[in-house]
């Protein structure tokens, strides 16, 4: 059995990535179209809805019915990004280690435990980013309560305004507290990002795989960093190489475009995300495997399995067995 488990640096996770990516491309894929293709089939349902209202007199009556679609939309995308994130681990776990993987394997070893993987997703959103939407909210009701109704800074008075003075000084209180949220949020987010292969790979409860993160991402926070910030550069690059036309498109029109270009749009935005949203979820399970390899010596507890020296401990799942070993104090070098 032909495995890839040793240390590996940055460049190699990378270049490990592409190529599970690029060998398992249709898997990889098929996942994330899945929660691509939903999220398509709800916009273009709401762009053809949006139609029906502009050309009628009964937008005030559909207002909220629409609001109400707009979150339950939002929340069913939610579900699924869920359900693709496990999958996708599922499947790094499978090829990393040589075994064969599927898209109806990969869902049915992890739709048992969703709720446990949607549960994780959530604690660890609220625990990162709770203090940046508090900040936002928080600007953003002082503008909407405070200034707006007030048309501060549309009719100032003339000479010294101390209401001007007022809404600079809250401004930037705000910005600087939106900003070191950002970076609190950025953090925590980085701690607690192998805390969803830990959950899936060793069948883990949300705490412990988020206390298994937290163990575990130490000495590779900065090198997954560097993954993500990849990643966003390559998924703005592309968007902006597929969308450009259609904003030149909206510039030009004030805003206002076809259904028919708009739903072009969404079905370009598709493609993108099924192409790009895997890579993320296949890198971050790479790093898990590695840093499991530098801490615990994963590598030579997998090889002594594989040759039936000792009993798998399995994480529950349908596939590969994954022992489970307790992390050790010493590091492996790279």
Request: with cysteine; aromatic share 12%; charged share 15%.
């Amino acid at each position: 059995m032909e495995t890839n488990l040793r240390p590996l640096s940055l460049g190699e996770i990378l270049d490990r990535t592409a190529q599970l990516y690029r060998s398992n491309f249709l898997v990889f894929a098929g996942i994330f179209s899945i929660y691509a293709g939903v999220g398509l089939v709800l916009n273009l349902i709401q762009i053809g809805v949006g139609a029906l209202v502009a050309k009628g007199q009964s937008a005030p009556k559909i207002s909220w019915p629409l609001v109400t679609a707009e979150l339950v939309e939002w929340i069913f995308l939610v579900l699924l990004l869920g359900a693709a994130i496990a999958a996708i681990n599922r499947v790094v776990s499978w090829v990393h280690l040589g075994e064969p993987a599927s898209i109806r394997g990969a869902y049915a070893s992890t739709l048992p435990r969703f709720g446990r993987y949607l549960w994780l997703m959530t604690v660890t959103g609220l625990k990162a980013w709770l203090p940046f939407a508090l900040a936002y909210g928080g600007f953003l009701l002082f503008w909407f309560l405070y200034v707006a109704p007030r048309k501060i800074l549309v009719h100032p008075k003339s000479g010294v305004d101390e209401r001007v003075l007022i809404v600079v000084l809250v401004a930037l209180g705000c910005f600087l507290l939106i900003f070191l949220a950002f970076v609190y949020g950025l953090l925590m987010t980085l701690r607690y990002a192998l805390a969803m292969p830990a959950c899936v790979i060793e069948d883990l409860t949300a705490r412990e795989a988020i206390r298994r993160s937290i163990d575990l991402s130490k000495g590779a926070r900065g090198r997954i960093f560097v993954l993500f910030l990849l990643i966003g550069v390559i998924k703005l690059g592309l968007v902006g190489i597929t969308q450009a036309s259609f904003v030149v498109m909206v510039f030009k029109n004030h805003g206002q475009v076809t259904p028919l270009v708009s739903s072009i749009s969404q079905v370009v935005a598709f493609f993108t995300n099924t192409f790009i949203g895997p890579i993320g979820g296949t890198g971050v399970a790479l790093f898990y495997y590695d840093q499991r390899v530098r801490k615990e010596g994963y590598d030579i507890e997998w090889m002594m399995q594989a040759a039936g020296l000792m009993p798998p401990t399995t994480a529950a799942s349908e596939g590969p067995p994954v022992a489970v070993i307790q992390p050790q104090s010493e590091e492996r070098p790279a």
